[in-house]
């Protein structure tokens, strides 16, 4: 486990200010196998700034390469490199956990801060320190090394499309629409070589893949909705199906000051706490759809309806950004479920137009969300299943559709 804590004395990048927009972006390159990789979220206007963020790692062999690069973040240039440092991992470098502070009271466990000094990578130039924080214990079983968590989200609230959507300001129950990016762990493994191309028989789909200028459109409006310099984003981390849940509104929130504070990364580790993020798919006292599209490096969803800005402000062409094939995509709501360690059950399907996923291939969504929160119960219906129907039925914004 690598806990990201903080830098120290970086020079300012930008000349208006003098100041930085640092995030970290760590790489652990194990002997013969692929790269695993890890991105801090980004800490504004700050030469001293404090990450305090952790991720964890599997089956990481002595002499694994770990390279850190602190990165200035730009709107509307390129983000520039602050510095690089690496350090190779060996666990007998480590202290036992005796010694550390009795970590998890086991002496196989160990624990190593690593001080890192930044270089410039051309001119070699000291460009400040970061610091983290190592713990290891040995591998319970074998295998490759595989990122083990935490599962990050970003969410993109847009007070703009909020007042074409009904999202107004002023009022604590629907504030501004907003979009959902949730990194997902294990995406490639579940899917594997699973594509979805674009509906070549959906007039819709024609429509849009078939006019670079329709095309374009929908591109500038992802970029719009999921940028994190439009509108407010909110990034933090889930650990378990009831952070998912509670992302999406499982009540009522209490002020607008919600959405102005900072929200620390962290770990989300019950049913509890995933669902009191996620708010249980309720917004105005009424339970809410979501359409959803899944491509390699995510799951990006937002609510829906049947209302005309509802409607096109969430087609799943946006999700992707005008990717020509995802891998899967759907629709999906969020039920009590008494007898769920969380409370609620994810009921999730494949109702996309746009890409038609095979109705075969459903299950993987299930293996995903399991796969990334244990405690979740998900249910999947095919589009043409009755019981869907039902579902949509109880949610009026999307029953009318």
């Known amino acids: 486990m690598v806990y990201i804590l903080q830098a120290k004395n970086l020079p300012g990048m930008d000349w208006w200010n003098g100041l930085a927009d640092p995030y970290v972006i760590i790489t652990a390159l194990p002997p013969g196998e692929q790269g695993i990789q890890y991105t801090t979220k980004t800490v504004y206007k700050d030469l001293n700034p404090t990450f305090d963020e952790f991720f964890e790692v599997g089956n990481l062999p002595g002499g694994t390469s770990v390279l850190v690069e602190v990165w200035d973040k730009d ?78 989200f970003k969410q993109t609230l847009s007070p703009t499309a909020g007042l074409f959507t009904g999202h107004f300001w002023g009022r ?17 493994a579940t899917f594997k070589d699973v594509r979805m191309p674009w509906n070549r028989k959906y007039d819709k ?131 009590p479920d008494a007898s769920a360690a969380a409370g609620y059950r994810l009921v999730i399907d494949n109702n996309s137009g746009t890409y038609a996923p095979a109705a075969a291939k459903l299950p993987l969504m299930s293996q995903l969300f399991t796969a990334n929160f244990p405690d979740m119960v998900v249910e999947v219906l095919a589009s043409d299943d009755p019981r869907l129907k039902q579902y949509q039925q109880e949610c009026p914004s999307r029953a009318t559709a």
């Not at 690496?86 to 002496?107: C, I, K």
């Open 75 to 152: 709107v509307v240039t390129e983000d520039d490199m602050i510095g690089r440092a690496s350090w190779a991992f060996a666990p007998r470098e480590l202290l036992p956990a005796a010694v550390a502070g009795g970590l998890a009271g086991d002496a196989s466990w160990g624990r190593l801060m690593v001080p890192l000094k930044l270089q410039h990578p051309r001119n070699k130039k000291d460009m400040g320190t970061v610091e983290l924080e190592v713990c290891y214990r040995p591998s319970v079983r074998a295998g490759k090394p595989a990122m083990m968590g935490p599962v990050k």
């Open 172 to 188: 604590d129950d629907t504030m501004c629409f907003s979009t959902y990016k949730l990194y997902l762990l294990h995406i490639d």
């Open 205 to 335: 789909a024609v429509q849009i893949f078939k006019s670079p200028v329709a095309l374009g459109l929908v591109r500038t409006q992802h970029r719009t909705l999921y940028a994190t310099n439009v509108g407010m984003s909110r990034c933090g981390v889930l650990g378990s199906s009831k952070t998912f849940f509670e992302l999406f509104k499982c009540g009522v929130l209490g002020s607008s000051k919600t959405f102005f504070e900072l929200i620390k990364c962290g770990v989300l580790g019950s049913s509890k706490d995933f669902f009191e993020l996620f708010k249980c798919g309720v917004r105005g006292g009424q339970r809410r759809y979501f359409t959803y599209c899944l491509l390699r490096d995510s799951l990006r969803c937002s609510e829906t309806g049947a209302a005309f800005f509802n409607d096109m402000l969430s087609k799943h062409a946006m999700h992707a950004g005008g990717e020509e094939e995802v891998l899967y995509a759907g629709e999906f709501c969020i039920v």
